[in-house]
C-alpha cells in the first residue's frame, strides 16, 4: 500500500472536531481511513494506489462534513459555482447591451422626427408626439426616485409585516434604540437598507409605467375614437334636439369608457412593469428581513443567483402583481377623476383661474389628489403586499446559502421522498406558495403593517405625482388630465 501524498491530505473539520484537535494527528488518521474505507466499499476489492489518489481528490472537493455524509446533500463541485458565476456575468453584459441599443434607437428617432415633434407655433412639445412619450419616460423615472424619501417606513413596514416587530413604534424603537445603540449616525444605514435596490427597482418600473400607461391612454381614447368622434360632431352640427339628446347620452357612455380604458391601461403598463421591479424589490426585501443575507448590491445579486438562479429573483411576481396591479389602477383611475373633480371644484370657488390656471394651482390639484388616490390604493393592495412580504422574506434554498441552485435540485431530488420542506413549497408553483402563505397569515395576519403602509403609500403616491407633472411642467409639457385632447 503506497502512502498518501501530503499535498492531498483531507482536512474535514467536523471529523476532527470528534477527536483531539489538540495534536493535529488523529483527524487525519480517521479521515484517511475514511477515504480507504470509501475506496473499498465502492470497489469491492483490492486498493490501488490510483484509487486512494482518486478519491482523496474527490473528498477534498467536499465541504465539512462531506466525508462522512453529513454534507452529501449539498455537495456542489467549484466548477458548477464558476458557471453560475460566468452565467450572471453574461446576464448582466445582455441586459446593458440591450439597454445600449435602446437608448441609440431612441436617440436615432429622436433626431428624425424632432421637426414633427415641435409645434412650430409655441416651440414647445407636441403632446402625444415621440418627445412628449419619452419625457413621460423621464419622467416615471424622476417619479421612481420619490421611494428613497419613503425607505425608512418602508422597512419598518416589511419587518411588521413578517412578524419581527409588532407594531410600528415598537420597530421604531427597536430599530433605533437597540440595532443602531441610540446613534443618529448608526441609524441611517439601517432605515435606509436596500436602498440601492430600490431605487433601481423602481426607476425602472415607473419609466415603464408612466410612458406604457400614456401610449395606451393615448391610442385608446383618441386615436381610436378620433374618426368616430369627427363624425358624430358633423352629424351633432347637422342636427336637432333629438342629436343634442344623443350626444349627451354619448357623453355619458365616454365617461364610461374613459375610466375603464384608464383601468386597462394602468393595468396592462403595472404588468409589463413588474416584470422589471421583480428582481430589484426581491433582493431589497431580502436585505431588509434577512440578517444574513447581504447588504450590499455587488454582494447580494451574486448570491442570490447562485442558491435560488433566476426563479428566486420572479419568485415572489405573482403576488407582487396581485399588491402593484389593483394599486396603480386605483391610483391612476382615481386620480384622473379627482383631479377633473378638484379643478372644477376651484374653478367654482374662484380659487384657480378656469382659463389660464397657475402652475402652481395644477401643482396642488396633482398634490391633493395624490393623497385621495393613495388612501384608496393603499387599502386596496395592502393584502398582497403583506403576503409578497412573507413570501421574499422565506429563502427557497434548503440547504446552505453558499450553495448553488444545481445542488439545491439535486438535494431536492434526493432528500423528496423523505420529507416535505419549504423546497416543495417554493418548486410547487407561485400560486401554491402564495396560498400557502395566505394561510398561514389569516385574515388579520394579512393587515398587519397597514398604518405604516398607509402612510407612505399617501406620501409616496402625492409626491410621485407632483414630482411627475412638477417634470412635464417644466419640459413644457400640460400636466396630468390637462392634457389637450
Known amino acids: 500500500m503506497f502512502p498518501v501524498p501530503a499535498g492531498f491530505a483531507v482536512h474535514n473539520r467536523n471529523t476532527g472536531s470528534n477527536n483531539s484537535e489538540g495534536d493535529g494527528h488523529g483527524s487525519r488518521v480517521d479521515e484517511r481511513s475514511t477515504v480507504l474505507g470509501l475506496v473499498a466499499g465502492v470497489g469491492g476489492g483490492s486498493t490501488t494506489e490510483a484509487d486512494v489518489v482518486s478519491a482523496v481528490i474527490t473528498t477534498s472537493l467536499l465541504p465539512p462534513g462531506g466525508v462522512n455524509g453529513v454534507g452529501a446533500a449539498s455537495f456542489v463541485s467549484p466548477i458548477v459555482g464558476s458557471r453560475d458565476r460566468v452565467c450572471f456575468q453574461h446576464f448582466l453584459i445582455a441586459a446593458a447591451a440591450s439597454a445600449l441599443a435602446a437608448v441609440l434607437v431612441v436617440t436615432y428617432v429622436w433626431q428624425s422626427t424632432s421637426a414633427f415633434n415641435i409645434d412650430p407655433v409655441t416651440g414647445k412639445v407636441r403632446p402625444h408626439s415621440f418627445q ?111 342629436n ?31 416584470l422589471g421591479l421583480a428582481p430589484w424589490e426581491a433582493v431589497k426585501i431580502r436585505m431588509q428581513t434577512s440578517p444574513s443575507f447581504p447588504v450590499h448590491l455587488r454582494s447580494a445579486l451574486p448570491r442570490m443567483w447562485e442558491t435560488e438562479g433566476l426563479h428566486g429573483f420572479y419568485r415572489g411576481l405573482v403576488p407582487l402583481w396581485g399588491r402593484q396591479v389593483p394599486y396603480t389602477m386605483m391610483k391612476f383611475s382615481s386620480f384622473e377623476f379627482v383631479v377633473v373633480g378638484l379643478q372644477s371644484l376651484f374653478h367654482s370657488l374662484g380659487v384657480m383661474d378656469a382659463a389660464e390656471p397657475g402652475v402652481l394651482g395644477k401643482l396642488v390639484v396633482s398634490l391633493l389628489a395624490g393623497v385621495l388616490a393613495g ?28 450553495v448553488p441552485a444545481l445542488a439545491n435540485t439535486l438535494a ?68 396630468s388630465g390637462d392634457v389637450e385632447k
Not at 172 to 186: D, I, K
Not at 252 to 271: I, K, P, R, T, W
Not at 376 to 387: E, F, K, M, N, Q
Not at 445 to 454: C, F, Q, T
Request: proline letters at 3%.
Open 132 to 242: 412628449y412619450f419619452v419625457y413621460c419616460f423621464v419622467g416615471g423615472i424622476a417619479a421612481g426616485m420619490v421611494h428613497l424619501v419613503v425607505a425608512p417606513i418602508d422597512i419598518l413596514k416589511c419587518r411588521v409585516q413578517v412578524g419581527e416587530y409588532r407594531s410600528f413604534k415598537d420597530g421604531f424603537v427597536h430599530l433605533f434604540r437597540v440595532e443602531a445603540g441610540g446613534s443618529v449616525y448608526r441609524a441611517l444605514p439601517l432605515f435606509f437598507r436596500g436602498w440601492l435596490p430600490m431605487l433601481w427597482g423602481y426607476c425602472i418600473q415607473g419609466s415603464i409605467k408612466f410612458s406604457l400607461y400614456e401610449i395606451v391612454k393615448y391610442v385608446l381614447l383618441i386615436a381610436f375614437l378620433e374618426p368616430s368622434v369627427e363624425a358624430k360632431a358633423a352629424a351633432a352640427a347637422a342636427g336637432g334636439v333629438a
Open 244 to 274: 343634442s339628446l344623443a350626444s349627451s347620452s354619448a357623453a355619458h357612455v365616454s365617461g364610461v369608457y374613459q375610466f375603464f380604458v384608464f383601468l386597462f391601461s394602468s393595468c396592462l403598463a403595472e404588468v409589463v412593469a413588474d
Open 375 to 402: 388612501l384608496l390604493c393603499g387599502v386596496v393592495s395592502h393584502p398582497a403586499d403583506t403576503v409578497l412580504s412573507k413570501m421574499n422574506q422565506r429563502s427557497s434554498a434548503p440547504t446552505s446559502s453558499a
Open 412 to 479: 431536492d431530488a434526493t432528500c423528496g421522498s423523505v420529507g416535505h420542506g419549504r423546497a416543495g413549497a417554493a418548486h410547487g408553483g407561485a400560486m401554491h406558495g402564495v396560498l400557502e402563505v395566505m394561510h398561514e397569515l389569516g385574515w388579520r395576519g394579512m393587515w398587519k403593517g397597514l398604518a405604516p403602509r398607509l402612510l407612505m403609500v399617501v406620501s409616496l403616491t402625492a409626491l410621485q405625482w407632483v414630482t411627475y407633472d412638477g417634470f412635464k411642467v417644466w419640459a413644457g409639457l400640460p400636466t
